[in-house]
Nanobody, 124 residues
Framework: QVQLVESGGGLVQAGGSLRLSCAAS????????ISWFRQAPGKERDFVAA????????YYADSVKGRFTISGDDAKNTVYLQMNSLKPEDTAVYYC?????????????????WGQGTQVTVSS
């Protein structure tokens, strides 16, 4: 079992910043691959960013490249998503999830554990 708990969401004006946290516990290890997804009302859940814990390799959706940064803290077993230059279209519920190295990491159906989500609202 893996438990993922997100925090850090909130309301921010366009151009502002937020940092989301995803605290992992349970059967996690240095090989874990953790991603952030987001889902706006009435839309599909979309891939945002991912980190391969062992190597530190990161992956981003084109829509957030240059604005968002994903990072991990081994000591705290936590993955962060630093979001800068936020836009109203970034408004969504943000989820972190664990990829079990099966299927495509950009496909939400390939993930086996999810957090409960945290709301991010960007006002114009």
């Amino acid at each position: 079992q893996v438990q993922l708990v997100e925090s850090g969401g909130g309301l921010v004006q366009a151009g502002g910043s937020l940092r989301l946290s995803c605290a992992a516990s349970g059967r996690t290890n240095s090989r874990s691959f953790i991603s952030w997804f987001r889902q706006a009302p009435g839309k599909e859940r979309d891939f945002v960013a991912a980190i391969r814990w062992s190597s530190g390799n990161t992956y981003y959706a084109d829509s957030v490249k240059g604005r968002f940064t994903i990072s991990g803290d081994d000591a705290k077993n936590t993955v962060y998503l630093q979001m800068n230059s936020l836009k109203p279209e970034d408004t969504a519920v943000y989820y972190c999830a664990r990829w079990p190295y099966r299927g495509s990491y950009s496909n939400p159906q390939a993930y086996d554990y999810w957090g409960q989500g945290t709301q991010v609202t960007v006002s114009s």
